[in-house]
């Protein structure tokens, strides 16, 4: 089993950054890749990024791809994601997920998922 806490959300205005941590525990963290996905009420949850167990391969959906960063620091057994360039449309209950099987970076599949962390943007 793996257990992931995220942290860091929150009510930010359109445009600004913000940046989100999960911690994990339980398991080997180099040995999981690690993802973030989103969901919104009466949505389907959407995957956003990924990162190898390296940190040297990532993942963006299209729609944060140049505005979202997904990094990885082995060594706290924590992964980040970057937001920058907010936009309303990016609130949403962010979720931290791990797999240690192997498949496609873009794959939305995962086997251990956090409690969620909510990101609200103002306009």
């Not at 924590?78 to 099987?101: G, H, I, W």
Request: net charge positive.
């Amino acid at each position: 089993q793996v257990q992931l806490v995220e942290s860091g959300g929150g009510l930010v205005q359109a445009w600004g950054p913000l940046r989100l941590s999960c911690a994990a525990s339980g398991r080997p963290f180099n040995t999981h890749t690690m993802g973030w996905s989103r969901q919104t009420p009466g949505k389907e949850r959407e995957f956003v990024a990924a990162i190898r167990r390296s940190g040297g391969n990532t993942y963006y959906v299209d729609s944060v791809e140049g505005r979202y960063a997904i990094t990885r620091d082995n060594a706290k057994s924590t992964v980040y994601l970057q937001l920058n360039s907010l936009k309303p449309e990016d609130s949403a209950m962010y979720y931290c997920a791990a797999r240690e099987r192997v498949a496609l970076i873009r794959s939305g599949e995962y086997d251990f998922w956090g409690q969620g962390t909510q990101v609200t943007v103002s306009s």
